[in-house]
């Protein structure tokens, strides 16, 4: 459809769909245990998903992303950081038709099981 055949009228998509997206999509990727929670600070109060794990601003329609990701053992942290910053970049592109300017991955911690749950495995 171009632009000549579009009807009147506007489509808005809430930053809160755009968090889901790009944790939905994170989480879809093999190695990612979790999402960690963001710690606050001043940007909290300019951007959304804070306790998902993902930060979420949009400057001039395009998105950027900050997710904080909790991985499993023994992945190679390089690869799967550029998996998941191509998945998320997919995601909200294919979605929404939003341009993404950066997905920022940041590794929080490994998912290591405890001495515990090693004894009763």
Do not use: C, W
């Amino acid at each position: 459809m171009d632009q000549n055949t579009r009807p009147p009228g506007k489509t808005t998509v809430a930053p809160d769909v755009l968090v889901e997206i790009a944790r939905m999509a994170a989480l879809s990727v093999a190695g990612v245990h979790a999402l960690a929670s963001v710690s606050g600070g001043v940007n909290r109060l300019f951007r959304r998903g804070n306790g998902d794990g993902v930060r979420i601003s949009i400057e001039d329609d395009v998105v950027y992303a900050d997710l904080y990701i909790i991985l499993e053992k023994d992945i190679n942290i390089r690869d799967i950081s550029r998996t998941i910053q191509k998945k998320v970049t997919r995601a909200i592109h294919e979605m929404v038709g939003m341009d993404v300017g950066e997905v920022n991955i940041h590794i929080e911690n490994i998912a290591f099981e405890t001495d515990e749950e090693a004894q009763t495995a």
